[in-house]
């Protein structure tokens, strides 16, 4: 069993910043990928930015050259540095785990993030 801390989210500006993280209740080998999707009412969680366990990061078309992830091992930890918000980044983000073995997959609670006009 894992369990997922997400913390940062909150009201913005459009143009502004915010920083998520994530915190995992293991150790970082035993995680393939960790990162956030993001939800809206009425459509499909969507994939924001993942980081593999070898670094590899993935990104939305969407947030690229916008949003930046990355991770503290020692920590379990990862974070998605947000910058230059606009409205249609609007959602609950969801912080995601995938584990190595098995490829369980675990969610977060998901934080709100704002961002008005």
């Known amino acids: 069993q894992v369990q997922l801390v997400e913390s940062g989210g909150g009201l913005v500006q459009a143009g502004g910043s915010l920083r998520l993280s994530c915190t995992a209740s293991?150790?970082?080998?035993?995680?393939?990928?960790q990162g956030w999707y993001r939800q809206t009412p009425g459509k499909q969680r969507e994939l924001v930015a993942t980081?593999?366990?070898?670094?590899?990061?993935n990104y939305a078309d969407s947030v690229k050259g916008r949003f930046t992830i990355s991770r503290d091992n020692a920590k379990s930890t990862v974070y998605l540095q947000m910058n230059s918000l606009t409205p249609e980044d609007t959602a609950v983000y969801y912080c995601?785990?995938?584990?190595?073995?098995?490829?369980?997959?675990?969610w977060g609670q998901g934080t709100q993030i704002t961002v008005s006009s």
């Open positions: 995601h785990l995938e584990t190595r073995s098995l490829n369980n997959v675990y």
């Open positions: 293991v150790n970082f080998f035993s995680i393939n990928t």
């Open positions: 980081i593999s366990i070898n670094g590899n990061t």
